[in-house]
Every structure is written in structure tokens, then in C-alpha cells.
């Protein structure tokens, strides 16, 4: 069974294995947010690719919003040239760690949440407090949301593969029981 899985957000986050003086970022670009006082980096939204990214005095940059793996790396990437045409001196090389991936899925069926939260390990499911129910498998070590509707939430994947395989994962288990 194919699904049309789209991917809604992916957190990337690189050190670059420097300080960075964020007083500089904030004085000479625009698109910044900085409020120490509140929380110690700064966000800087980006239009193209668009996506937000935390950037903290330690030199590692978090960049969340970003709808592809790709984008963010990209997000990243062009952060690390506007510190360079600053003066800064960032390492040509440094990590991109893709932290997580949130896609959604709609199966092509409904589901019945009762059910799978009685037959299924690693559930919870109440109703009263939200319509989703939240379901955890380890292989890849995934949170899923699902809703009766058919359509499910996948986050905690660390790449496409691991979302893919774990769609497919979940959707075998449910046919096992509905």
C-alpha cells in the first residue's frame, strides 16, 4: 500500500563549533528577534526557503519550519554565509543533524480509536481530553497520532526513510485488528 505522506515540519540542528556574537547578527541583518531576557538565542525567519531558525551564542543553530530535509540544510547553509560576509569565521565544515521529521498520512480507511487502544500496546487513548490517539513504536522510535478520520501524524522520525517505513509499520498493525 502507498500513502501520500507529507512532510509538515523538519528540526535540523548544527554546531558550528565556534562562538557567534549574536549582538553583531542582530545590529547588520534583519528578520531577528532577539530577547535575552526571555530566552537566550535569537530567531531569525528566513522567506526563501521559509523556515525559522534559533541561533545561540554557543554556535549551535537549530532551524525548525523547513517542509524537507534538503530545505533545512539549505536554511542552515545560507545562515552560515551571512555570518561570513559579517566577518565572522565559521568553519567551512560542520554537521547537519536532522533532529525530527513530522509528516501526515491519511489511510484509506477509518479507524476505530476504542479498538486499537484496546487491542494495541503502547496506546493512549482519551477522548475527553483530546481526539487523537497517541500511539508509539520503537523500530524506528516514532510517535504517531491517530485520528478516526483515517488520518495520522507521524513525528519523531530522523529521516524520510524512517518515516516511510514506519507508516507502512503502523498501517500493517492496524489491519491486523480492524
Not at 501520500?4 to 548544527?14: L, P
Not at 534583519?30 to 526557503?49: A, C, N, S, T, W
Request: aromatic share 6%; glycine share 6%.
Amino acid at each position: 500500500m502507498a500513502f501520500r505522506i507529507k512532510i509538515e515540519n523538519v528540526v535540523a540542528s548544527a554546531s558550528l563549533g565556534v562562538p557567534v556574537k549574536l549582538e553583531k547578527l542582530v545590529a547588520n541583518l534583519d528578520g531577528i528577534e532577539y530577547e535575552p531576557e526571555q530566552f537566550p538565542g535569537l530567531v531569525m525567519r528566513l522567506k526563501d526557503p521559509k523556515a525559522a531558525a534559533l541561533i545561540f551564542s554557543s554556535g549551535k543553530i537549530v532551524c525548525t519550519g523547513a517542509k524537507s530535509p534538503k530545505d533545512a540544510k539549505l536554511v542552515i547553509s545560507k545562515i552560515v554565509k551571512r555570518m561570513n560576509r559579517l566577518g565572522m569565521k565559521i568553519p567551512k565544515s560542520y554537521k547537519v543533524q536532522l533532529e525530527n521529521i513530522v509528516a501526515s498520512a491519511k489511510l484509506d480507511r477509518e479507524l476505530n480509536l476504542n479498538n486499537i487502544a484496546f487491542t494495541l500496546e503502547n496506546t493512549e487513548y482519551e477522548p475527553e481530553q483530546f481526539p487523537g490517539l497517541v500511539m508509539r513504536i520503537d523500530d524506528p522510535r516514532v510517535t504517531f497520532l491517530l485520528f478516526g478520520s483515517g488520518k495520522i501524524i507521524c513525528t519523531g522520525g530522523r529521516s524520510i526513510q524512517d518515516v516511510k517505513r514506519a507508516v507502512a509499520k503502523a498501517d500493517k498493525k492496524l489491519r491486523k485488528i480492524q
